[in-house]
């Protein structure tokens, strides 16, 4: 049984140049060169990656960016397109559509000095409620004596 498993068992290989497989050297290529250049790919096919292209950006149209709200779409580089979001345009201030507040509906805001006294205002009210609820339960036992 043992026998069988010995014909299919790991062996020690050997390349070409006589040499154990685990010994071989490595082959070391400096690739900066090829990084660091820039070349012009004239073929659409390298260009996308070997993957088939129906039309010109992908769309069924001939020249995508003839066609309204292309860029606007989801941008093709972040910041690249104008698309507001669902923000109405900015009206000119000068515009007949543009309403303005009239200078009598403007709400004057408190100063902090104000809202201070206001507060303690109510601090005083809400300790007086409470102190009068603590005495009324505590008085009901001695009314309910007489």
């Known amino acids: ?78 910041g690249s397109s104008f698309h507001r979001g669902m923000y109405k345009k900015t009206v000119p201030r000068n515009s007949m559509s543009m309403l303005l507040l009239s200078e009598g509906e403007k709400r004057i805001s408190k100063s902090y000095q104000e809202k201070q006294a206001e507060r303690e205002v109510l601090e005083a009210q809400f300790e007086v409620k409470a102190l009068t609820k603590s005495w009324e339960h505590q008085t009901e036992g001695m009314r309910q004596d007489l």
Do not use: S
């Open 1 to 78: 049984m043992a026998v069988a498993h010995l014909a299919a068992a790991a062996r020690t290989v050997y390349r070409e140049n006589r040499i154990r497989a685990a010994d071989q050297p490595a082959k070391e290529v400096d690739i900066t060169t090829e990084m660091t250049r820039k070349a012009r790919v004239e073929d659409m096919m390298t260009r996308r990656n070997l993957i088939d292209c129906n039309c010109l950006g992908d769309k069924y149209y001939r020249h995508p960016e003839y066609m309204p709200g292309f860029y606007k779409a989801g941008g093709l580089i972040t």
